[in-house]
């Protein structure tokens, strides 16, 4: 009888019988071994403006060179990228690009950044990890776009490779992350602290969906853990909601709703914090201290950059970030 | 039902037939199930997975470094 294998990446440790593969879809066990699936074979291949992670407070106005696997962790019913993140990696076309290809095209491309990202990258964590440790070697950068939902020891292990990382706070309740993404909340603020600890750039996401995690109190609550165990420092970016997949029945986020939540954002003491998926005013990022504009966006770029020497050019005040 | 003989036979054959009738249930309770599925899950493999040129990397581990 073939030994059982426990898969110990993410906090669901799926328990997987030989030939089973794990609820990401993309780890199996076979003959009593843990392997992936997807190892060199992403499904999303890009070169994107940073901003489109986003990152803010990262290289602005540099490019990305972006990749994907099919599988995901979690399986949110608002998920914007379900079509390769909840499939089976057989049932999406992919490319053969081993980390050292992904590392020449990424400089060939002229990127600063190898980011992991569209799906969630910890299912195709050996495949980032291999990449983001050649990538360093070479000078080039790497950042994920995260959902958090990842073991410690292999968070750990990775942020030593890490530049950035973009994580989705999708909530601030058990009970979201229980009845709309199938998993807990509890490992993603762990994850958050950890990444805080290693020294990676950390930025947040949170997507607001009508009724579901646009109430002002929760927003507030969440914001406050955020200014108490990662610092006011940290960028927080709300994002407009449009209705996909399985929460086609909602309508898309009212700017009222997020403009809302970013002043109980800055009320609650976070320096920095956009509103995302719509043009305003909140895509550039002021000084906190005189109020001037610094890095001026439209969309994904960057029209006026006034930050020099990691400073604002007028009033001198630092800001949080890795400008270069 | 005179006969001891008889009566013993009848004893037999019902005891043979209970023991046949609950390893019949346990095997289609336990037994069976595991056996489909790990037949269904290694046709997956080996038909789809597999053909689909989705070769195996090995797993990282963690606890074994503890």
């Given at each position: 009888m073939v030994k059982t294998v426990q898969c110990e990446l993410c906090p669901t440790e799926c328990e997987l019988e030989?030939?089973?593969?794990?609820?990401?879809?993309?780890?199996?066990?076979?003959?009593?071994?843990?392997?992936?699936?997807?190892?060199?074979?992403?499904?999303?291949?890009?070169?994107?403006?940073?901003?489109?992670?986003?990152?803010?407070?990262?290289?602005?106005?540099?490019?990305?060179?972006?990749?994907?696997t099919a599988g995901c962790v979690l399986g949110c019913k608002f998920c914007q990228n379900w079509q390769i993140s909840q499939a089976n990696p057989e049932d999406v076309d992919f490319h053969e690009l081993p980390p050292a290809d992904v590392v020449r095209q990424a400089?060939?491309?002229?990127?600063?950044?190898?980011?992991?990202?569209?799906?969630e990258p910890t299912v195709f964590y050996e495949y980032m990890y291999d990449t983001a440790q050649l990538a360093r070697?070479?000078?080039?950068?790497?950042?994920?776009?995260?959902?958090?939902?990842?073991?410690?020891?292999?968070?750990?292990?990775?942020?030593?490779?890490?530049?950035?990382?973009?994580?989705?706070?999708?909530?601030?309740?058990?009970?979201f992350y229980s009845r709309i993404c199938g998993g807990r909340l509890k490992p993603v603020l762990d994850s958050l602290i950890v990444l805080k600890q290693e020294g990676v750039w950390l930025e947040l996401t949170n997507l607001v969906i009508p009724t579901l995690n646009d109430d002002l109190k929760s927003v507030g609550?969440?914001?406050?853990?955020?200014?108490?165990?990662?610092?006011?420092?940290?960028?927080?970016?709300?994002?407009?909601?449009f209705?996909?997949?399985?929460?086609?029945?909602?309508?898309?986020?009212?700017?009222?709703?997020?403009i809302d939540a970013r002043k109980a954002a800055m009320n609650a003491g976070l320096h920095y914090v956009y509103i995302g998926n719509i043009r305003s005013?909140?895509?550039?990022?002021?000084?906190?201290?005189?109020?001037?504009?610094?890095?001026?966006?439209t969309g994904y770029f960057v029209r006026r950059n006034n930050i020099s020497n990691n400073a604002c050019r007028f009033c001198g005040t630092k800001i949080a970030g890795v400008w270069s | 039902m005179k006969d001891p003989q008889q009566f013993k036979i009848l004893i037999i054959a019902s005891t043979i037939l209970v023991i046949l009738s609950l390893t019949y249930?346990?095997?289609?309770?336990?037994?069976?199930?595991?056996?489909?599925?790990?037949?269904?899950?290694?046709?997956?493999?080996?038909?789809?997975?597999s053909k689909k040129g989705l070769s195996l990397h090995k797993g990282l581990y963690w606890k074994e470094k503890e």
């Open positions: 030989d030939y089973q593969v794990g609820g990401c879809r993309v780890r199996i066990n076979k003959g009593g071994t843990l392997y992936s699936l997807v190892y060199g074979k992403p499904c999303a291949v890009a070169v994107d403006p940073i901003e489109k992670k986003p990152f803010f407070h990262f290289l602005p106005g540099t490019t990305a060179f972006s990749i994907a400089m060939f491309a002229g990127c600063k950044t190898i980011t992991y990202t569209y799906t070697q070479y000078g080039v950068n790497n950042a994920m776009h995260s959902c958090g939902y990842i073991n410690e020891k292999p968070l750990r292990q990775l942020a030593k490779h890490l530049n950035a990382a973009d994580v989705d706070l999708k909530a601030f309740t058990e009970d609550e969440m914001c406050r853990w955020i200014v108490k165990e990662l610092g006011p420092e940290v960028p927080l970016h709300f994002s407009r909601f209705p996909y997949y399985k929460l086609k029945n909602l309508p898309p986020t009212p700017l009222e709703t997020l005013e909140a895509e550039n990022t002021s000084c906190p201290k005189c109020g001037r504009v610094l890095v001026e966006r | 249930s346990i095997l289609q309770e336990y037994v069976m199930p595991d056996v489909e599925g790990y037949l269904q899950r290694r046709l997956i493999y080996e038909r789809v997975i």
